[in-house]
């Protein structure tokens, strides 16, 4: 929006309205060191006036809430063309902004200038019909007599099209562009328009545009659970070298454009053994080059119960060495807002945020001032000011929660209850993990959910948790396109696709739990696709 170049006697808006999911504003500035005496006239789609009268304070400004005058009404009586004008010597400038959400779903806001006096003709060079843009030209007549105005649209394929119409005297009217030229998404249904108002009348025009304009960008992430490094692990890790976890599924988890894992440990050499726990893993820093190359993973979340198995210090100290190692993390950090702070990524030109949450926390786990630990879910106030704070700062927003309990098939009514309110507080993508086995994958309100990943790279405790999936989730700027799930077996700590029978009867079993949460699923060649 340019500025007004001069304080004027009056501001002329053609557009505006008090229906449902507008809200309107009159902004008025005073420059000059006396007080200004300010009269807006609201001429309404009905053919009424309501006038307003207010003073602005020298060198201030003052703003005309128009719903607190017109009310709010879905209704032609509830939209407004003004004139804002002083009503003494001192010279103002008057902008109107709007904030909508159009039809309930686009949202956003815009803000004009006013024209500083009515005139025969205005002209636009932008507008389109093509789908999802709803443009509007909106015009007022401030005489005293109709308006007959002919509006001339010059088409994007060198065709063109007039409109006639009638403007009431102090009034306004609302052109709805694509009831003339259609919709289509083609050069013919781009245009330009002039408005030209007959037999010496003088109008003003505007052409508000709404519009739910997206990236076509498409991207896609490998999601999986559990990844232990170190604990029962390293044994395995020293007899067969860093790079083995990663040599049968490195290839498939490098092909996306972003791949995530639950980093189920501390990687430190550093601290001792939290007493009386009973399982605490740390492993060596030195593995993190090979998670990040062989294993291609980008991002990982460390909001789990072990991410301090070995105290404050060696949590520290695994962020350090994973910030070295261009390796992204959440959910964790030195302290409160650290542990908080979303992981933003690059998927392709669009951005993406990480955040997580640690449910099964141990004593003193959880993040303070000025003290290292991981994000409480059950402080919903918090998690929902940490996505908006995404949501604000990126394209789309993954939420990790460590959560639910071991081993079992279901996820429980936390688990169900967290990741709704995650989705209704604006997250993309939900991932979760901790059961160490595979839960059923939702979909909520267009929404994905993994209820459970289960494990991944990990020594597993129980015959169930070798099995597990690998889940690549092909996506654009606006959610998920589909979901491909294969099935994975763990032996001797390294994950490897399934094939034949035994693939086809665990990826149906995955299929059942996903179908008994009402997720459509296809099942087919050991792969489940959603949808």
């Known amino acids: 929006m ?58 201030s400004r003052a703003t005309a809430v128009v719903k607190d005058i017109l009310g709010e009404h879905d209704d032609a009586a509830h939209d407004f063309s003004a004139k804002v004008e002083t009503t003494s010597a001192t010279g103002i400038i008057a902008e109107r902004p709007m904030y909508f959400a159009y039809k309930g779903v686009w949202t956003g806001g815009h803000d004009v200038v006013g024209a500083p006096a009515p005139a025969s003709s205005f002209y636009f060079a932008e507008g389109t019909c093509r789908p999802d843009f709803a443009p509007y030209i909106c015009v007022q007549n401030p005489g005293a007599t109709p308006a007959n105005v002919t509006v001339t649209y010059m088409l994007g ?30 050069a013919a249904h781009d245009f330009s328009a002039k408005v030209d108002a007959a037999g010496g009348a003088r109008v003003v025009a505007e052409r508000p545009m709404y519009f739910n304009y997206y990236s076509t960008t498409k991207w896609s992430l490998t999601a999986v659970g559990d990844t232990n490094l170190g604990g029962d692990m390293s044994p395995i890790l020293a007899a067969n070298g860093y ?57 990982v979340s460390q909001a789990n119960n072990h991410s301090r198995d070995y105290g404050g210090q060696s949590l520290v100290d695994c962020l350090s060495y994973l910030d070295a190692n261009g390796i992204k993390h959440c959910g964790a950090g030195v302290d409160y807002a650290s542990a908080h702070a979303p992981a933003y990524l690059d998927a392709n030109g669009l951005r993406i945020a990480f955040l997580a949450y640690d449910d099964i926390a141990y004593s003193g786990w959880y993040a303070g001032a000025g003290y290292p630990g991981d994000c409480n879910p059950a402080e919903i106030g918090q998690m ?15 939420v990790s ?47 994905f959910m993994a209820n459970s990943l289960g494990n991944f790279v990990f020594s597993p405790g129980s015959d169930s948790g070798h099995y597990t999936v690998i889940t690549r989730l092909d996506m654009d700027s606006r959610g998920l396109l589909g979901a491909t799930i294969r099935p994975v077996y763990i032996s001797n700590g390294r994950p490897q696709l399934m094939a034949g029978s035994s693939g086809n009867s665990w990826i149906s079993q995955v299929a059942g739990m996903s179908q008994a949460l009402g997720t459509p699923v296809r099942v087919g060649d050991n792969v489940m696709n959603i949808p």
Request: charged share 20%; proline share 5%; net charge neutral.
């Open 157 to 186: 394929d060198g065709g063109s099209k007039n409109q006639q119409v009638t403007v009431a005297p102090n009034s306004r009217y609302t052109i709805d562009v694509k009831q003339v030229l259609g919709e289509g998404n083609d």
């Open 401 to 447: 929660f460590h959560w639910g309990t071991e081993r079992k098939y279901t996820p429980d009514a936390s688990q169900t209850s967290y990741g709704h309110y995650a989705i209704d507080c604006g997250a993309d993508l939900v991932l979760g993990h901790h059961p160490h086995v595979v839960q059923g994958f939702e979909i909520y309100k267009g929404k």
């Open 243 to 299: 790079a083995y976890p990663w040599s049968a599924l490195g290839d498939m988890m490098r092909s996306t454009t972003l791949t995530f894992t639950n980093l189920e440990c501390t990687l430190s050499y550093v601290g001792s053994a939290i007493p009386g726990k009973s399982f605490t893993f740390r492993g060596d820093p030195a593995v993190l080059p090979f998670l990040r190359d062989q294993g291609g993973v980008d991002v």
């Open 2 to 59: 340019v500025g007004a170049l001069a304080p004027a006697k009056a501001f002329y808006f053609a557009e505006g309205t008090c229906r449902p999911g507008f809200d309107p504003y009159i902004c008025i500035q005073n420059p000059a060191s006396n007080k200004a005496s300010v009269k807006i006239t609201y001429m309404l789609g009905d053919g009424t006036t309501r006038e307003q009268s207010l003073s602005v304070a020298g060198n």
């Open 384 to 398: 929902a000011a940490d996505i908006r704070t995404a949501k604000t700062n990126a394209d789309f927003v993954v």
